[in-house]
C-alpha cells in the first residue's frame, strides 16, 4: 500500500456507503436484488477499509485529508484512535441494521428512497467522526440533521410529520447554535485540528467571557442531539419512525453525534486545563446528572415499549456526558466505552421492541405478557439488553458503569456516585418489569395482530440475526474486556493518548 | 471584450426582431458566448487588476466610461449564466408554457441593460441602464397575459416613480457639481443639505426599486404573477441592479458622518425585512408567493450587511453582502424554476398541490431543497459562506451579541418556511394518473443553479479573498 493511498482512506470511508445510497435513490421500487447488494456491498468495503484504519492507528499512525474551505478553517477529515471508535461502532451497526431494516421494510413503499437516506445518514455519522476540525464536524451535524428527517417522517402520517416537524425545529436550531458558537470561537483562535489537550489554552485568561459564551453556544447545539435536559422534547416523540429508523437514531447516529460532539469538544477543543480554567466542566457534569435522573423517573411512567426506551436512551446517553465531565482518565475510560456499550445494547432493545411489534403486533408493555414462551429469542435478547442497561455483570453496561464508578471516586465525585446508584435503581425499576411479564406471566388473550414472518422460526430471519448479533456482542465484550480487541481497550488507548498530551 | 459584452446582445436582440423564428436560438447563442466572454474577463480582471474603458476614444469627462473590477465581472459572469440557464429552461418548456414570443428579445435586452449598470460608474449612466431595466422587467411581468395586467401596471408605475426620484437627485448633484462620474464626484464631496438630500432621494428611488422594506410591497404580486423563468430572472437579477447603485452611494460617495447615520437605518430595514418576509413566507397560501416573500426576507441580509458595513467599515461583511447577492441568485433561480415546474406539472398555483411531491416529482423537489439549504445558510453552501463571513466580520468587531443573535433568528425564519415546503413534499402523494410523466429536462435545469450554489463551498477562498480587496 502506497502512502498516496492511505491519504484517501478517511474519504474513501465516507464515499463507501455516500456512492451506493446515491446510486439508490435513482433505482426503481422493484429493483430490490441490485438495491441490497447495492447497500451490502457498501457495508462489506467499509468494514474492509476501516478494518485497514484501525490496524494503521493502532500502530500509532494519524490519517489527515483535507480540501481548502475557508480561511483558517480547511475541511479536514482525521483518523485518530477516538475519531475510530465511533466509525467502528457505526459501521458494525449499519450492518446489522441494514439486515434488519432489509427485513422489516420487505414489501412496504417507497423503499428507495428510505435506504439513499439511509445511507447518507450512515455517510453523515461516519464523516463526522472522521471530521478533523469544528468546521468540518459542523457541516456534517448539519448534514446528518438533514439526512435523518426524511426518515423520521417515513410513514407519511400526519403523526409523523408531526414529529418530522419537532424534530426539524429542535436539530435545525440546535445546528444554528453550534454554527454561533463555532464562529464565535473561530474569530477567537481559529479552527485548527482537534488536539489532545485543545488549543484555546493560549486565550483564556484574555477572553475567557467570551470562550464561556462559545462553548455554552457550543454545548446547547450539540445538546440537542445529545438529549440533554431542557432540549431533549425531540427524541420521544421521533418515535414514530420505523423500528430500524429508531434503532439507528438512538444507538448511532443522532444522539452519539451529540455526545460524540461533547467528548470533542471538552478534549480536543478545550481540553482538561482550559476546561478547569474557566470552570466548564461542573455546570456540564450537573446537567448530565439532572438529565440522567430525569430520563430515568420519566422512563418509568411511559407504558408504550418504545417510548420507555427512548427516555431511557436520554438517560443513558448523558453517562457519556457525566464521564466526559469528571475530567478524570477514569471517568472518561468509562464514558468513551460507555459510547460503544449503550449503542450496542439500545439497538438490541429496539430490534427486539421492532420485532414485537412487527410479529405480534404489541406496542405496550402490558401486552408483553408470555411473550417470551412465543419468541424466546427475542425475549432472550431484550432480557440481555435491559440487564446490561442496568449494569449487571457479566454484560458490557457493568463495564462501563464500573468504570464511571471508579472515575468518580478518583475524582472526589461522592454526588456523582450517588446518581449512579440511584439511577441504576430506576434503571431495574423500569427494565425488571418487562422482563418479569416476558418469562413469569401468562399470555393474556391472543396477540393483538399476530403474523407468521417463518415458518420455523419466531419470525422473520432478517429481523433474527442482527439482534442475536447484537446481543452476543453485549456479552462478549463484557466477558472479554480485558483483551486486545474489547472496547475497553480501545478507550483505554485513548484515554492514554488524550491525557499523555504534554 | 468588454464591448463585445454589451454589442452581442444588443445585436441579437435587434437580429431577433427582424427574424423572430430563431430567436431563441439566438438568445440562447448569445447568453452562452457572453458567459465564455465574461468568465474570461473575470480571469483577466483577478490577474491584472481593474479595468477601464471609455466609449470610442472621447476623452474621460465626456465619454461615456466603464470599469470592470473583479465585483462587476462576478456579477456579469452571474447575470449571463444564470440567463443561459433560464434560457434553455424558457426552451425546454416552450410548448407546454405557451411562452410568449417577446421573452426571447426582452430577456437579452435584460441581460445587455444588466451587464452594462455592473460595468457603469457614472451616475447618469447608471440612470439609463437603471431605466431601460425597470422597463424591460415590466415588459417581462405582463408577458402572462391579463392575469399580470395590473401587478404589471403597479410595478411600471413605481418603477417609473423611482427613476424619477433617482434622476432628481442626480439632477441635483450635477448643478452643483457639475461632474457625474463617481470617483471625480468623491473627491470633491462635500456634507451639507444639497448632497443630502440628493442622496435620500437617490437611495428612496432605488429601494423602492430594489424591494427593501419597507418598500417592497409591489414585489410578491409581480414576481408571483410573471411566468416561471421570468420570475427567476426578476428575483435573482433585477432587485440586484438597484442594490448595486445603493451600495456604490454608499460606501464611495457618501461622506463617513453620512455613511454613519444612515447605517442604522439600513440595518433596522434589513432585520424588519427578514422578519416581515419571514413571517408572510410562512403565512401565504400560494407557491410562488412563498418563494417571492423569501426574496424580500433575503434582501434584507443584503441590506443589513450594508447597513453593518457602513457601521464597522470592515471588508469582511462587504464580501459578506456580495456572498448573499450571489448565492440568493443562484438559489432563488433555482427556487423559481422548480416551483414553477411543480405548478406546471402538477397543476395549480396553491401551496396544497407539492403535497407527495418528493414521490410524484423527486427532482424538483429536490432543487427547492438544496436551493432552500442554502437559502437557510446550511454548510457548505454559498448561503453559508456569506452568513460565515458576516458572523466572522461581527465577532471581528468585539462583544456583539445583539446581531448574531438576530441572524440565528431570521435563520430559523427562513428554515421554517423552507421546510414549511419540504415537509409538505414528504406527505404521502395522492394516486396520480396512470399518464403521469413528468419532464426530466426542466426539473435538471432547476437542479443546476442550486448545485452551483453548494459548488460555491469549492470556490470559497478565491471568492471570499476577491471581494475583500474590492472593499478596500
Same mark, same amino acid.
Given at each position: 500500500m502506497s502512502p498516496f493511498w492511505l491519504s484517501y482512506l478517511p474519504l474513501a470511508i465516507i464515499l463507501s456507503s455516500l456512492l451506493p445510497g446515491l446510486i439508490i435513490f435513482t433505482l426503481? @421500487? !422493484? !429493483?430490490v436484488k441490485l438495491r441490497i447488494s447495492l447497500n451490502l456491498l457498501g457495508v462489506t468495503v467499509k468494514l474492509i477499509l476501516v478494518l485497514i484504519m484501525w490496524q494503521a492507528v493502532k500502530a500509532g499512525d494519524i490519517f489527515y485529508f483535507s480540501v481548502p474551505f475557508l480561511p483558517g478553517a480547511d475541511l479536514v477529515l482525521q483518523g485518530d484512535a477516538l475519531s475510530l471508535l465511533f466509525v467502528v461502532l457505526s459501521s458494525v451497526l449499519w450492518l446489522a441494521t441494514t439486515i434488519y431494516a432489509i427485513g422489516y421494510l420487505e414489501? +412496504?413503499?417507497l423503499r428507495s428512497r428510505f435506504f439513499g437516506y439511509f445511507s447518507l445518514c450512515v455517510s453523515a455519522t461516519v464523516g463526522l467522526a472522521l471530521s478533523g476540525n469544528l468546521v468540518s464536524f459542523l457541516l456534517f451535524y448539519e448534514l446528518l440533521t438533514l439526512a435523518t428527517f426524511p426518515l423520521v417522517v417515513h410513514r407519511g402520517t400526519p403523526q409523523s410529520l408531526a414529529a418530522g416537524r419537532r424534530y426539524l425545529a429542535y436539530t435545525l436550531g440546535g445546528g444554528l447554535l453550534l454554527l454561533t458558537g463555532v464562529a464565535l470561537l473561530h474569530s477567537l483562535v481559529q479552527s485548527p485540528q482537534f488536539v489532545p489537550?485543545?488549543?484555546?489554552s493560549a486565550v483564556v485568561s484574555e477572553h475567557s467571557g467570551l470562550l464561556q459564551l462559545a462553548f455554552g453556544l457550543m454545548i446547547a447545539g450539540l445538546g440537542v442531539k445529545a438529549a440533554l435536559l431542557p432540549l431533549h422534547g425531540w427524541l420521544p416523540q421521533a418515535m414514530v419512525a420505523p423500528a430500524p429508523v429508531s434503532a439507528l437514531l438512538h444507538a448511532v447516529a443522532v444522539v452519539k453525534a451529540g455526545a460524540f460532539g461533547i467528548i470533542r469538544l471538552v478534549y480536543?477543543?478545550?481540553?482538561v486545563e482550559s476546561m478547569q480554567l474557566l470552570q466548564l466542566a461542573e455546570p456540564l457534569m450537573l446537567l448530565a446528572a439532572a438529565t440522567i435522573l430525569y430520563g430515568s423517573w420519566r422512563a418509568l411512567a411511559q407504558q408504550d415499549i418504545k417510548r420507555r426506551l427512548a427516555y431511557s436512551t436520554i438517560s443513558q446517553v448523558s453517562y457519556i456526558t457525566v464521564g466526559v465531565a469528571m475530567l478524570g482518565p477514569l471517568a472518561a475510560v468509562g464514558g468513551l466505552v460507555h459510547l460503544v456499550h449503550q449503542g450496542v445494547m439500545k439497538i438490541t432493545l429496539f430490534f427486539c421492541a421492532g420485532n414485537y411489534a412487527e410479529t #405480534?403486533?404489541?406496542?405496550?408493555?402490558? @401486552?408483553?405478557?408470555?411473550a417470551g414462551r412465543r419468541m424466546p429469542l427475542t425475549s432472550v435478547a431484550f432480557t440481555l439488553g435491559a440487564l446490561g442497561m442496568i449494569g449487571?455483570?457479566?454484560?458490557?453496561g457493568f463495564i462501563s458503569k464500573w468504570y464511571l464508578g471508579l472515575g468518580a471516586v478518583a475524582s472526589d465525585n461522592q454526588l456523582m456516585l450517588l446518581v449512579f446508584v440511584f439511577s441504576g435503581l430506576l434503571n431495574a425499576a423500569y427494565f425488571l418489569p418487562i422482563i418479569y411479564r416476558l418469562w413469569f406471566l401468562p399470555q393474556r388473550g391472543s396477540w393483538p395482530d399476530e403474523q407468521r414472518l417463518s415458518a420455523r422460526l419466531e419470525t422473520h430471519w432478517m429481523l433474527l440475526l442482527p439482534m442475536l448479533f447484537t446481543a452476543l456482542l453485549i456479552i462478549l465484550m463484557g466477558l472479554f474486556a +480485558?483483551?486486545?480487541? +474489547?472496547p475497553l481497550s480501545w478507550a483505554e488507548l485513548i484515554v492514554e493518548r488524550e491525557f499523555s498530551y504534554d | 471584450m468588454m464591448i463585445l459584452l454589451l454589442v452581442l446582445p444588443l445585436l441579437s436582440a435587434l437580429l431577433m426582431l427582424l427574424w423572430p423564428r430563431i430567436a431563441p436560438l439566438l438568445a440562447l447563442f448569445s447568453a452562452a458566448a457572453s458567459s465564455l466572454l465574461a468568465l474570461q474577463l473575470l480571469l483577466q480582471v483577478a490577474e491584472q487588476g481593474t479595468r477601464y474603458w471609455l466609449l470610442a476614444g472621447?476623452? +474621460?469627462?465626456l465619454a461615456i466610461a466603464w470599469q470592470a473590477d473583479t465585483l462587476s465581472c462576478l456579477l456579469i459572469l452571474l447575470s449571463t449564466v444564470l440567463q443561459l440557464l433560464v434560457g434553455l429552461y424558457a426552451f425546454a418548456t416552450r410548448s407546454r408554457d405557451? #411562452?410568449?414570443?417577446?421573452f426571447w428579445p426582452l430577456s437579452t435586452l435584460l441581460q445587455l441593460s444588466l451587464t452594462a449598470l455592473w460595468l457603469s460608474r457614472d451616475l447618469f449612466n447608471l440612470y439609463v441602464c437603471l431605466e431601460l431595466l425597470g422597463l424591460v422587467a415590466v415588459a417581462l411581468v405582463s408577458l402572462s397575459g391579463r392575469k399580470a395586467i395590473k401587478p404589471a401596471f403597479n410595478y411600471l408605475l413605481l418603477s417609473l416613480f423611482g427613476s424619477l426620484c433617482y434622476l432628481l437627485g442626480v439632477v441635483l448633484l450635477y448643478g452643483a457639481y457639475g461632474l457625474l462620474d463617481i470617483a471625480g464626484l468623491a473627491s470633491q464631496w462635500q456634507a451639507g443639505w444639497l448632497s443630502n438630500s440628493a442622496l435620500l432621494l437617490m437611495s428612496l428611488g432605488l429601494m423602492l426599486k430594489a424591494a427593501i422594506w419597507p418598500l417592497h410591497a409591489w414585489l410578491p404580486a409581480a414576481h408571483a404573477a410573471a411566468p416561471a423563468p421570468v420570475s427567476a430572472l426578476l428575483s435573482a437579477l433585477v432587485v440586484k441592479g438597484p442594490l448595486f447603485i445603493l451600495c456604490l452611494l454608499w460606501l464611495q460617495l457618501a461622506s463617513t458622518s453620512q455613511a454613519q447615520a444612515m447605517a442604522p437605518l439600513f440595518a433596522a430595514a434589513g432585520l424588519a425585512a427578514l422578519l416581515f418576509g419571514g413571517w408572510s413566507a410562512l403565512r401565504t397560501p400560494f407557491a410562488k408567493n412563498l418563494v417571492a416573500y423569501s426574496t424580500v426576507a433575503q434582501l434584507g441580509y443584503a441590506t443589513l450587511a450594508l447597513g453593518l458595513m457602513l457601521t464597522f467599515d470592515q471588508p469582511l461583511i462587504f464580501a459578506a453582502l456580495w456572498l448573499f447577492v450571489l448565492a440568493h441568485a443562484l438559489a432563488k433561480a433555482a427556487c423559481f424554476l422548480a416551483i414553477g415546474e411543480m405548478s406546471a406539472t #402538477?397543476?395549480?398555483?396553491?401551496?396544497?398541490?407539492?403535497?407527495?411531491a418528493s414521490q410524484t416529482m423527486p427532482l424538483a423537489m429536490f432543487a427547492f431543497a438544496v436551493a432552500g439549504g442554502s437559502l437557510i445558510g446550511l454548510p457548505p453552501s454559498g448561503g453559508f459562506l456569506a452568513k460565515w463571513a458576516l458572523l466572522q466580520g461581527l465577532w471581528l468587531q468585539g462583544e456583539q451579541l445583539f446581531w448574531p443573535l438576530a441572524l440565528v433568528f431570521a435563520t430559523l425564519l427562513s428554515a421554517a418556511y423552507v421546510f414549511r415546503v419540504v415537509v409538505l413534499a414528504f406527505d404521502r402523494a395522492d394516486p396520480v394518473a396512470p399518464d403521469f410523466a413528468p419532464q426530466l429536462v426542466p426539473q435538471w435545469l432547476a437542479l443546476l443553479p442550486a448545485l452551483a450554489v453548494w459548488a460555491m463551498a469549492l470556490f470559497s477562498e478565491p471568492l471570499l479573498l476577491l471581494l475583500r480587496l474590492e472593499a478596500l
Open positions: 426503481k @421500487e !422493484q !429493483q414489501n +412496504s413503499p489537550g485543545g488549543y484555546v480536543d477543543v478545550f481540553g #405480534l403486533g404489541v406496542h405496550k408493555i402490558n @401486552e408483553l405478557n408470555g449487571i455483570p457479566p454484560t458490557a +480485558s483483551t486486545g480487541i +474489547s | 472621447w476623452p +474621460s469627462g405557451k #411562452l410568449s414570443q417577446g #402538477l397543476g395549480g398555483k396553491r401551496l396544497t398541490i407539492l403535497k407527495g
